[in-house]
């Protein structure tokens, strides 16, 4: 199956009330694993791509060309959509060359006047190519790609501004943040999501910052127009529990126990069991 872009998939799941997961990859392992739980689920899903992750595996035409011989060599039959995750202005024209199906800009740390024209720019681009674009207003919290944001809530107003443009999905900072929630999060805004849900009407919103959010609090933002719900960190610490587990235990001493297939086989499991739980949460099991 081609790649697919995000919008009949985030339509769908608008309407049906549930929320379509994006798991970022940064291997190999990582894209089997995610790839293969989705089409054990039937769920269509979003891998999603940072910059930083392209570039370690030497680059986005790399990674499209892997994850287009995954699906073929797999027998994916879900829809998949290949995502770049917070893009500059630049890495966003170079996904589009490479092959993604959907980019996310990132102009959200520009005034907003330069974020609407960026964003007008590549929406026009995107269109042509049969692509779906994210943007983002208000700065999520955390730290992704040295990008360091404070967790701000988005302006409904400036919203408004940026979904007008023909957006395909919106991310506006609700208070969510990348990483490890602190002990004194306050949790999500939803009083603003309301507010922002009133100004952009049918338009899929998206809540980055996934890991340690709540099941109750993550339910409620879909009841509200959440449509795509960002997974990163809670892959990442899941892999590196169950490799730590495998190296402690001495497994790695072994036979060949050493073999990366062996070494990272609880880790990629771990990941598996990490996606099963955030579709089953997020309601998009079957909705393939």
């Known amino acids: 199956m081609a790649l697919v872009s995000v919008k009949d998939m985030l339509e769908k799941a608008l309407k049906g009330k549930y929320a379509v997961g994006q798991f970022n990859i940064n291997n190999l392992e990582w894209t089997k694993a ?108 955390g730290e992704e790609d040295g990008v360091v944001g404070q967790g701000e809530c988005a302006d409904p107003d400036e919203c408004k501004k940026i979904a007008d443009l023909g957006v395909t999905i919106l991310a506006a900072g609700i208070g969510n943040i990348h990483g490890k929630y602190p002990s004194n999060w306050t949790g999500l805004r939803f009083d603003v999501l309301e507010k922002i849900k009133a100004k952009t009407g049918d338009m899929p919103l998206v809540l980055h910052g996934g890991t340690g959010i709540p099941t109750d609090m993550i339910k409620k933002a879909i009841s509200l127009g959440v449509a795509k719900i960002n997974v990163n960190t809670e892959c990442q610490l899941a892999f590196q529990e169950a490799t730590r587990k495998y190296v402690e235990e001495g497994k790695d001493l072994v036979g060949k126990g050493f073999d990366p297939r062996k070494l990272l086989a609880p880790g990629v499991e771990a990941i598996k069991a990490t996606v099963r739980e955030k579709m089953q949460i997020f309601g998009s099991i079957g909705k393939a």
Not at 56 to 68: A, S
Not at 128 to 140: Q, R, Y
């Open 34 to 141: 995610i790839l293969s739980t989705a089409e054990e689920l039937k769920s269509p899903v979003i891998l999603g791509v940072s910059e930083g992750a392209a570039k370690y595996m030497t680059g986005f035409r790399t990674v499209t060309n892997m994850v287009k011989a995954m699906i073929e060599e797999m027998h994916i039959t879900v829809p998949v959509a290949l995502h770049l995750d917070h893009g500059t202005y630049e890495g966003c024209y170079k996904c589009i060359e490479a092959g993604f199906s959907s980019i996310m800009f990132d102009g959200s740390h520009f005034p907003i006047e330069e974020n609407i024209a960026k964003t007008k720019e590549l929406v026009a681009v995107c269109k042509k190519k049969g692509m779906s674009l994210e943007a983002e207003v208000g700065s999520i919290g």
